[in-house]
């Protein structure tokens, strides 16, 4: 009884390990193969007690999107103001603020090996009990 407990927690994050890497993938990408536009911030979303920028961005064909800042403690960016924004020209939705790009990117990458290790760990425990 005690290996399905254990097989599923190693599922659960195994599942939670999948989707995290899926994101490292998309950022990656998006760093390597984007295209750069500029973006105008057109407001804030706050939250209790964060805060973090949203940008719109056009593409050469005329179609406008948003993209978020990271939630950050302090005000990232004033309203108006421009900044470089990445998008991936197969799916302009998908996209990242430049200057958050690489923060972005270590913290899925830390969280990813994190979750990753612990279905390892269960699965390895199994093994020994």
């Known amino acids: 009884m005690g290996g399905i407990i ?7 994050f195994l599942a939670l390990a999948a989707k995290l890497w899926h994101g490292v993938f998309v950022l990656s990408r998006l760093r390597k193969s984007g295209v750069i ?16 920028a949203v940008f719109e961005y056009a ?10 800042s990271g ?10 103001a421009r900044t470089d924004i990445v998008y991936d020209p197969a799916k302009p939705s998908r ?6 790009l690489a923060g ?7 969280s ?5 290790a612990v279905p390892i760990f269960v699965l390895l425990a199994m093994l020994v009990l």
Not at 71 to 80: A, D, G, R
Not at 112 to 116: D, L
Request: glycine share 8%.
């Open 95 to 100: 996209s990242a603020v430049t200057a958050h």
């Open 37 to 52: 536009t500029e973006g105008r911030c057109t407001h804030h979303e706050w939250g209790e007690d964060s805060v973090g």
């Open 104 to 110: 972005e990117l270590r913290t899925l990458w830390m």
């Open 59 to 68: 593409t050469p064909d005329g179609r406008t999107f948003t993209v978020s």
């Open 71 to 80: 939630k950050e403690q302090t005000l990232p960016f004033e309203m108006s």
């Open 6 to 12: 254990y097989l599923c927690i190693a599922g659960l």
């Open 112 to 116: 990813a090996f994190a979750v990753t």
